[in-house]
């Protein structure tokens, strides 16, 4: 498995303002990936982010509104921007072990009002 | 557009049966199947994954994949009310040979499971 930590774990933010959240990895990884998990939702990716190129984002998300950083190969950070009560939701981020195995940050619970 | 479809829940056993949890997939090409439990409050963690046709069984645990009727499952033996948690079925339509290149999960909606005691 994978020992990965998020910061902030959660947080109620006022609408308009932005959220950076932080992922840390305990090794290097070429690939790491955030998701957004809405209440009573599954999980859907917004982005995959590769270490010194630009993230990669998913039909629905932009960049404008997710900016992703991967300065180094242990950790990343996603920014919720301009922020509505839309985007409450869980923020996970999670890496790849093994051959395909993906493990998930505990994820962080952002609430916006 | 790529999709995985589990069971409608909630699914309620009483402890110490066998929990069957299904899930289908759209897309052909899938190569990773992965089953992750989670708790209320809590992240998905992943409890099964399977790559080859046929059975694969860890502990209580076996998951079933059928490439050719696009289904995949999981059962869970002599269930405990531990158990008591969402289940995710997601599906990676390629693989990435450990670089995590094309590792791009989708998921089902989830079905939770309640073990009676």
């Known amino acids: 498995s994978a020992v990965i930590s998020q910061k902030p774990s959660r947080d109620i933010c006022q609408r308009g303002t932005s959220l950076t959240i932080q992922c840390q990895v305990d090794?290097?990884?070429?690939?790491m990936f955030w998701y957004r998990q809405q209440p009573g939702q599954s999980l859907t990716l917004i982005a995959t982010?590769?270490?010194?190129?630009?993230?990669?984002?998913e039909s629905g998300f932009v960049i404008d509104k997710f900016p992703i950083s991967r300065p180094n190969l242990t950790f990343s950070t996603l920014t919720v921007s301009n922020m509505s009560p839309e985007d409450s939701s869980i923020y996970l981020c999670?890496?790849?072990?093994?051959?395909?195995?993906?493990?998930f940050g505990p994820g962080t619970r952002l609430t916006v009002l | 557009q790529k999709e995985v479809e589990q069971n409608s829940g909630p699914l309620s056993v009483p402890e110490g049966a066998i929990a069957s949890l299904n899930c289908t997939y759209s897309?052909?090409?899938?190569?990773?199947f992965f089953w992750y439990r989670q708790y209320s409050g809590k992240s998905p963690e992943l409890i099964m994954f399977?790559?080859?046709?046929g059975d694969k069984e860890d502990g209580r645990f076996t998951a079933q994949l059928n490439k050719a009727s696009q289904y995949v499952s999981l059962l869970i033996r002599d269930s405990q009310p531990s158990d008591s948690a969402t289940y995710l079925c997601?599906?990676?339509?390629?693989?990435?040979?450990?670089?995590?290149?094309?590792?791009?999960?989708?998921f089902g909606k989830g079905i939770t499971l309640s073990v009676r005691p």
């Open positions: 999670s890496v790849t072990r093994g051959r395909d195995e993906q493990f």
């Open positions: 090794s290097q990884v070429t690939m």
């Open positions: 982010a590769n270490q010194g190129s630009e993230a990669t984002y």
């Open positions: 897309d052909r090409g899938s190569q990773s």
């Open positions: 399977i790559y080859s046709n």
């Open positions: 997601a599906v990676n339509e390629g693989t990435s040979g450990g670089t995590g290149a094309n590792s791009k999960l989708t």
